[in-house]
């Protein structure tokens, strides 16, 4: 670590903190992460998650992994440096995104998404403050603290993702999901740069799986099977919804806008697109 130095903290999590940083030898700013549990060998560290799946991905919107260090038993991960995230971008603005901008972040994270699935991870945790940026014109996807390699086999019985963005197979406690949870807070995020609000701000799993029903209208069962099994054995009750005008609700989006919204928000996630799919609409 004597080839950088600290500047700042800027923020804590629950895994670890991250400084802001110089390299002493290029001037150029980093973000570090110091994780808060100590490691006792590299095998050790090699084996996390977010080495694994960092180390494989090299693309122009997902974070770069510039180093990983072990120091007297503390690991430390060193990142290209992003100013800002996305919910802080969100949160600053005080009149909507033109919808240009909107169609160049979105396709940015579908991007990198698209890239992130073909080397076979999944991300789980995609929330706008997970998405870095210098100002709109750059987004790129970070915190891999949870991804999965989706060879990887099921059951996966963590917790995943803030509710918010948390797809309804996870809210229903599916344990062998994949991909497609991306592509649903994918959607969120996507209605949340329209609006500058969160589209499902739950206040627990069951009141924002409550919410989807509010916009979508109740999933009938020929519709999403699976999907009522998860909901039976958990003792979870249906509540009877009609469907919402997304349009009303997201004015100022385009047709087309609501249609990938439509199809990214889809209750059966095997009725979800793809990354790439998507991203193509954004060209």
Not at 17 to 32: D, F, P, Q, T
Not at 91 to 102: G, W
Not at 235 to 257: D, G, H, M, Y
Request: glycine share 4%; proline share 6%.
């Amino acid at each position: 670590m004597n080839r950088y130095t600290t500047i700042k903290q800027l923020g804590d999590g629950t895994y670890g903190s991250v400084l802001l940083g110089r390299s002493i030898e290029s001037g150029e700013l980093i973000a570090i992460k110091k994780m808060k549990r100590k490691f006792y060998s590299w095998e050790e560290c090699m084996n996390l998650r977010e080495v694994k799946s960092l180390k494989k991905l090299n693309h122009a919107n997902v974070v770069k992994l510039k180093e990983v260090i072990r120091e007297n038993d503390h690991l430390y991960f060193i990142f290209e440096y992003m100013k800002e995230n996305l919910y802080q971008l969100i949160k600053e603005r005080n009149k909507l995104f033109p919808e240009s901008a909107i169609r160049n972040i979105m396709y940015q994270i579908l991007q990198g998404l698209a890239f992130i699935h073909k080397h076979g991870f999944f991300h789980r945790d995609l929330k706008p403050e997970n998405l870095l940026c210098m100002g709109p014109e750059l987004v790129k996807i970070a915190d891999f603290g949870l991804a999965r390699e989706i060879r990887s086999r099921p059951p996966y019985t963590d917790y995943v993702s803030t509710r918010w963005y948390r797809a309804p197979e996870v809210l229903l406690r599916s344990t062998s999901y994949s991909s497609p949870i991306d592509i649903w807070a994918v959607g969120c995020i996507m209605a949340e740069v329209y609006t500058l609000r969160p589209l499902f701000p739950g206040a627990s799993e069951i009141d924002t799986i409550f919410k989807i029903c509010q916009l979508l209208g109740t999933p009938k069962k020929t519709d999403w099977p699976e999907g009522y099994q998860l909901s039976s054995a958990m003792n979870f009750r249906w509540p009877q919804c009609v469907p919402n005008n997304l349009k009303t609700l997201i004015p100022n989006a385009s047709s087309e806008a609501i249609q990938l919204l439509r199809d990214m928000l889809q209750w059966d996630p095997k009725k979800r697109p793809t990354a790439s799919q998507v991203s193509f609409h954004f060209l």
